[in-house]
Nanobody, 122 residues
Framework: VQLQASGGGLVQAWGSLRLSCAAS????????INWFRQAPGKEREFVAA????????YYANAVKGRFTISRDNAENTVYLQMNSLKSEDTAVYFC????????????????WGQGTLVTVSS
């Protein structure tokens, strides 16, 4: 399984960005795909998750109502649309995958993308 995250950058507060996670290597029908983030000096934390089959989604309270996770089956890509960005959203964002149920803890995920930096200026 290979994951390629992209789409990060510098954005002003209240702006928007869309992150992409291109997945390859095997069928993902039974997989869960998560976005995590890690700010400087902090632990990696759960942001959002989607179950590939069925499309169930889950969000951290800090991003609920502002971020939307979605997938494109044809492109084998998971997106994270981030709106109303705040300075506290500044972090390196990682996509991760596991075969099975969604978990919120990073150590449950075997496959990781390389991370993409999101910087929100206030």
């Amino acid at each position: 399984v290979q994951l390629q995250a992209s789409g990060g950058g510098l954005v002003q507060a209240w702006g928007s960005l869309r992150l992409s996670c291109a997945a390859s290597g095997r069928p993902f029908d039974t997989y869960a795909i998560n976005w995590f983030r890690q700010a400087p000096g902090k632990e990696r934390e759960f942001v959002a998750a989607i179950k590939w089959s069925g499309g169930r989604t889950y969000y951290a309270n800090a991003v609920k109502g502002r971020f939307t996770i979605s997938r494109d089956n044809a492109e084998n890509t998971v997106y994270l649309q981030m709106n109303s960005l705040k300075s506290e959203d500044t972090a390196v964002y990682f996509c991760a995958a596991r075969d099975g149920d969604i978990y919120y803890r990073p150590h449950m995920y075997a496959y990781w993308g390389q991370g993409t930096l999101v910087t929100v200026s206030s």
